[in-house]
């Protein structure tokens, strides 16, 4: 169940007021880092994106957040059950939305997150929502492949994305583009 946070303004007007909890996550893809606020998870980081460090604080967001890659990465998936804090209502974020309905093991196009998102020509759009994904895994963007099927670039790296969806082909989910 993803919960959607309403659109605030706050983020504009009291910036320097949000309390951020950052935890350094061990997977096996190398280190992640989460961020979270009091409203939801914010963030999830690749070490190469050189993230703040982070402080090992937590909060009930993090834990469930923690837990739930625990169960990811030990090859069971579970539906997230955190809120996750995404704002506006763009293309973009509309987008980012629409990756949390593939199925684990399962490929989409970037065709299907266009029209999922309700822009089927925004296709280079669709591209860079998932290249400006702030929740990867969460909000599964690596499982966006090319329409020849090729998996084509990530966040992470491209061998971090075929070992994800080799990882969730492996442990029983399906496939198909």
Same mark, same amino acid.
């Given at each position: 169940?993803?919960? %959607?946070? $309403?659109? !605030?303004?706050?983020?504009?007007?009291? #910036? *320097? =007021?949000?309390l951020e909890f950052w935890h350094r996550f061990d997977s096996p893809i190398g280190p992640l880092s989460l961020c979270a606020t009091e409203r939801g998870l914010a963030r999830v980081a690749f070490a190469s994106e050189h993230p703040p460090t982070p402080s090992d604080s937590t909060n009930h967001?993090? /834990? #469930?957040a923690i837990v739930w890659l625990q169960s990811y990465f030990s090859? %069971?998936?579970?539906?997230? *059950?955190f809120p996750l804090e995404l704002d506006d209502d763009s293309f973009t974020r509309r987008a980012q939305w629409a990756l949390a309905d593939i199925p684990p093991g399962s490929t989409r196009s970037y065709f299907w997150l266009a029209q999922a998102a309700g822009s089927p020509s925004a296709i280079r759009a669709? @591209? !860079?929502?998932c290249a400006t994904n702030?929740? $990867?895994?969460?909000? $599964?963007?690596?499982?966006i492949v090319r329409a020849d099927g090729t998996v084509g670039r990530?966040?992470? @790296?491209q061998l971090v994305?075929?070992?994800?969806? /080799?990882? /969730?082909?492996?442990?029983?989910? !399906? =496939?198909?583009?």
């Open positions: 169940m993803l919960v %959607r946070l $309403p659109r !605030t303004d706050r983020f504009i007007a009291h #910036k *320097d =007021t949000i967001i993090l /834990e #469930k090859g %069971r998936f579970l539906p997230v *059950d669709a @591209g !860079t929502a702030p929740l $990867p895994l969460v909000l $599964p963007c690596h499982r990530y966040r992470g @790296g994305k075929v070992w994800l969806l /080799e990882h /969730e082909r492996n442990h029983g989910a !399906t =496939t198909g583009v």
